[in-house]
């Protein structure tokens, strides 16, 4: 779980967090994607030190989970509540445990976000409200698909080998995660690779760039919190 390509930051306007508190392991990674390694090194400042790259027998499959499909997998304060209010009336221990870190962690949200801003907002509710305030599941979407892409293939959707690269250097967007949005043809491998003068860094070349795997689609936004607390408080 990492990045975010066509929606904004967390943590800056164009950075997620664990892209921006690495970026330049986040971009070395990514470049075991690609055909040269060696051909998508970051550059880095004179205090950063880094290693070679490891021997591998061929490209690193990374599949990506950004912002972008994390953030609409959310835990919602009203279906929390109506699923431990009973447990707590009968003395459950778990349920107590669970009220007792998600009810700050709800609140925080509430103090950060606008009613718009909220992950969740848009679902189709009038208005967020107290009740529909949300918490996104961005690690957890990446244990569900671990857990449930073998048996379940069709319901997950990838986009594959997408040119990601993260940004190491910039004053303003250092952890952006950058993408050609040109409308522009990238070489087939193994077709004729010519330099255009009009393609500063290679982005349409087949020889250079990465190619990572990116998570776009899932079994649905609603339906990993409703597991989750089945799983959770399974009796």
Known sequence: ???????????????????IADPVAAARIYALTGKDPNAMLPPVDK????????????????????????????????EVQRKLDPLIKEKSPLAEWVNGFLTPTFQKQDDLHTEDEAPGAG???????????????????VVWYALDAAINPDAWRL????????????????G??????????????????????????????????NRVDRCVGTPGERVLAGRMMEGIFAR
């Open 123 to 141: 679902e189709g509710k009038a208005g967020i409200g107290k009740g529909a305030t949300s918490i996104s599941l961005h690690d957890i979407v």
């Open 47 to 78: 205090a950063t030190k880094v290693g070679d790259y490891p021997k591998l027998d061929g490209r690193l499959r990374v599949i990506k989970f950004p912002l972008d499909i994390t953030t609409q997998h959310t835990l919602r304060r009203d």
């Open 1 to 19: 779980m990492g990045g975010a390509v066509d929606v904004p930051g967390n943590m800056t306007p164009v950075a997620e967090f664990n892209t």
């Open 159 to 174: 986009k594959t080998q997408e040119d990601i690269r993260v940004e190491t250097i910039g004053q303003w967007t250092l």
């Open 176 to 209: 952006m995660c950058v993408t050609d949005h040109r409308s522009r043809a990238r070489a087939m491998e193994g077709e004729e690779d010519v330099p255009s003068e009009s393609d500063m860094g290679d982005w349409l070349s087949w020889k250079v760039g």
